[in-house]
């Protein structure tokens, strides 16, 4: 077998690269399995098990092992297994011009005690 005789894969990839439609799709299921890996990354950094992990969020084990296969999960799936972890999420839109748009940040403890206090005073506190 002669380096001529192999499959040239880059030239393949420079095209598909090419094709702002392909590219799209390309770089979405990069995303999707990003998102495959990091809960498992989440579940892998705290220890646990698939079994612990899926009982400290009130889930199956079998519920667990779909969600870090899924390429589609609810983001509201996500937030209940980092609170599972004793985790907080934070997202961030970036724009085409490199800006970051914080849309969801943590809260801190001081306000989620000053939020929770308020709460129980019957007058909200701004944030």
Request: aromatic fraction near 4%; charged fraction near 30%.
């Given at each position: 077998?002669?380096?001529?005789?192999?499959?040239d894969?880059?030239?393949d990839?420079d095209?598909a690269?090419?094709?702002?439609?392909?590219?799209?799709r390309?770089?979405?299921y990069g995303?999707?399995?990003?998102?495959i890996?990091?809960?498992?990354a989440?579940r892998?950094?705290?220890?646990?098990?698939?079994?612990?992990?899926?009982?400290?969020?009130?889930?199956?084990?079998?519920?667990l092992?779909?969600i870090?296969?899924?390429?589609?999960?609810?983001?509201?799936?996500?937030e209940?297994l980092?609170r599972?972890?004793?985790?907080?999420l934070?997202?961030t839109?970036?724009l085409?011009?490199?800006?970051?748009?914080?849309?969801?940040?943590?809260?801190?403890?001081?306000v989620?005690?000053?939020?929770?206090?308020?709460?129980?005073?019957?007058?909200?506190t701004?944030?």
């Amino acid at each position: 077998m002669t380096d001529s005789d192999l499959y040239d894969v880059q030239a393949d990839i420079d095209a598909a690269l090419a094709d702002p439609v392909r590219r799209a799709r390309i770089e979405q299921y990069g995303r999707e399995t990003d998102l495959i890996l990091a809960i498992a990354a989440l579940r892998e950094a705290l220890g646990l098990t698939q079994e612990d992990f899926a009982s400290a969020a009130n889930m199956s084990q079998e519920n667990l092992s779909r969600i870090e296969r899924s390429a589609d999960v609810k983001y509201s799936t996500i937030e209940r297994l980092a609170r599972a972890g004793n985790a907080q999420l934070e997202l961030t839109a970036i724009l085409a011009n490199g800006e970051r748009v914080e849309l969801l940040r943590p809260r801190t403890a001081q306000v989620t005690r000053r939020l929770a206090r308020s709460a129980g005073q019957g007058h909200p506190t701004a944030t």
